[in-house]
């Protein structure tokens, strides 16, 4: 899907008082799905909810512990007490675990390497859905509106979200991305190691859910020949055209 020259305008802000926005992006990884997401965040005056970074900072918080990862009762009690702070401004979007800082921690390669032990723990996935409906409910509710993006948010935690959308790539794209984003170098070894995260991650969690395929009423984008403003706008467009064809049938009523 490529957007023409210009950005749409961007979807009205809900006056206060009023259901807020929700947009939810699914994808794999190294779609694009963050940065882009926070980008539509920012441009839509919406908050912006990175349900990875949950996953991440349960996995964080058992290697601290010194939880085993394979014992699935123990990972799933850590994410059932973790105290997990979320900022969802998208500007400087923000982790926490009790008073600690851990948005630089959980982007590391050592959490990318065994995060999926934790993502497919289906206790753990039950109770940090449970969390993201929470924020997702708070913000549709208070009028704030948000992006929620993750692996499963347009079928399972948001099915009912305004906006659905499923942003994916070609392979190749994905895992130049994904070296781009860590800043990784291009030897042998690193590469092998970016495309074991991207690949075996995603054939990890597919076992759990499904972020390759859209489901009815999802829109796809695939960005594989997009660059970052491109996709930016298609999701804009998306957005703008589901909500106008939203507010349409209100009005036809």
Request: glycine fraction near 8%; charged fraction near 25%; hydrophobic fraction near 40%.
């Amino acid at each position: 899907m490529r957007p023409g020259g210009s950005t749409p305008d961007p979807a009205p802000a809900p006056a206060s008082g009023t259901r807020g926005l929700v947009v939810a992006v699914d994808g794999p990884s190294g779609s694009g799905k963050s940065s882009v997401s926070r980008a539509v965040a920012q441009r839509l005056g919406l908050a912006y909810l990175d349900t990875g970074a949950m996953y991440r900072a349960v996995t964080w918080w058992c290697l601290e512990q010194g939880t085993d990862l394979a014992d699935l009762p123990a990972v799933a009690e850590a994410a059932r007490t973790i105290d997990l702070r979320l900022g969802t401004e998208p500007a400087a979007p923000t982790v926490h675990v009790g008073e600690t800082d851990v948005a630089g921690a959980i982007r590391e390669r050592e959490i990318s390497a065994v995060v999926s032990a934790v993502a497919t723990n289906l206790e753990v996935r039950a109770e940090l859905q449970r969390r993201q409906r929470a924020i997702i409910a708070t913000a549709a509710t208070d009028g704030s509106g948000v992006v929620a993006e993750g692996r499963d948010i347009t079928t399972v935690v948001a099915p009912g979200a305004d906006v659905r959308v499923l942003l994916t790539a070609h392979e190749d794209a994905r895992l130049r991305r994904r070296s781009e984003q860590d800043r990784v170098g291009d030897d042998e070894e690193t590469l092998r190691a970016t495309r074991d995260q991207v690949l075996r991650r995603d054939r990890d969690d597919a076992t759990v859910s499904e972020f390759h395929t859209a489901a009815d009423g999802v829109v796809t984008i695939d960005s594989s020949e997009l660059d970052f403003e491109q996709t930016v706008a298609a999701v804009l467009t998306v957005v703008h055209r589901t909500t106008a064809d939203q507010s349409t049938r209100e009005v036809s009523r």
